[in-house]
């Protein structure tokens, strides 16, 4: 990650993960405590403490004991930078060399932090400039804004709803794989047929065929509920980051 007189200070693996899994807790709504980024890490509580100490210095966090944390928009621009990198690597990975949604993110994890300005702009051009990855989450621009995510899940769709999937959790490799045996991928029509009572499976229909489904997975997909509307189009307003 470059540094210029305008720009954040460059900083280590483990600063920018920290700053962006910070982002990451922020956008699901959630007031982000130093336990909850300590679990999210798997690291030790007094390690975040440690980290938060130093990041609130640099100006990137703004950590108070009484309060959530949050980023400053300088340590937000670096989250978003991390991210740009993280989902166009996973685009370019199955794109140019054949990588499975499934395999993406820890390659990409491991990559994210290494490549230059340069070779994120040629990526960019190569794969005709992405607005989403391949599990649906929206690719902040080059110049820090990002698109709304898709946060209605497929459990929230009523019986005879129809509804098309803007994205899917992708932490999970395994639930990534049995998703796609169900053919439940980004842009995919879906229509809710019924839903067992008492917190029963779910009946959904996609591409012509039903399937039964913990209401568990389907928190982890989310759907626009007009499915006859573009998801790219439907989440086309960019906020200013």
């Known amino acids: 990650m470059s540094a210029s007189n305008n720009n954040p200070p460059v900083l280590g693996v483990a600063a920018q993960d920290y700053l ?41 966090v703004l950590y108070s004991r009484n309060e959530s944390l949050t980023l400053t928009p300088s340590g937000e621009k670096i989250a978003l930078e991390v991210i740009r990198h993280h ?30 300005e340069e070779f994120e702009d040629k990526i960019d051009e190569l ?49 990534l794989r049995y998703l796609g045996r169900l053919g439940l991928y980004p842009e995919t029509d879906v229509r809710m047929v019924m839903k067992e009572p008492f917190g029963g499976p779910l009946r959904v229909e996609v591409g012509g065929h039903e399937h039964a489904i913990g209401r568990e997975l389907a928190a982890n997909v989310f759907v626009h509920s007009d499915g006859r509307t573009d998801a790219r189009q439907h989440e086309g307003r960019l906020e200013e980051a």
Request: aromatic share 4%; proline share 8%; net charge negative.
């Open 20 to 60: 962006k899994n910070l982002y990451k807790l922020c956008q699901e709504g959630c007031g982000v405590t130093p336990s909850l980024l300590a679990e999210r890490l798997g690291v030790s509580p007094p390690a975040v403490s440690k980290m938060l100490r130093r990041l609130q210095d640099m100006n990137l």
């Open 87 to 116: 989902r166009l690597l996973e685009m370019y990975l199955i794109q140019a060399l054949g990588y499975t949604w499934d395999r993406v993110d820890e390659e990409a994890e491991r990559l994210e932090h290494v490549i230059s």
């Open 127 to 175: 794969l005709g400039y992405p607005t989403h990855d391949p599990h649906g989450d929206p690719i902040p621009t080059r110049d820090g804004r990002i698109a709304a995510a898709c946060r209605s899940s497929l459990a929230d769709l009523e019986p005879g709803q129809e509804g098309r999937i803007g994205r899917v959790t992708d932490g999970d490799p395994e639930m």
